[in-house]
């Protein structure tokens, strides 16, 4: 009755990686979205000071990092 030792293991293996590739694109996301929200509201605070304060572009040089920043990790094989 039950699995077998590997296919535990194996469960188990599958479960954190599923946890942990969901839960750093949530926080990627959520850290991204905070971050737009706080420049743009400094952005609109911004505007009506004299003299005109620069306001923080939403783009910059960490934009084309972005994409680079999910990767895929295979799956083990439960054979092994």
Avoid at 22 to 32: E, K
Avoid at 45 to 66: D, K, N, Q, R, S
């Amino acid at each position: 009755v039950g699995a077998s030792p590997r296919m535990r293991r194996w469960l188990v293996l599958s479960q954190a990686g599923t946890i942990a590739v969901l839960g750093s694109a949530l926080g990627i996301a959520v850290g991204i979205g905070t971050s737009c929200a706080a420049m743009t509201a400094y952005n609109q605070e911004a505007a009506t000071h004299f003299p005109v304060v620069h306001p923080f572009p939403l783009t910059g040089w960490w934009m084309p990092g972005m994409s680079m920043t999910p990767s895929v990790v295979p799956p083990p094989n439960p054979e092994d």
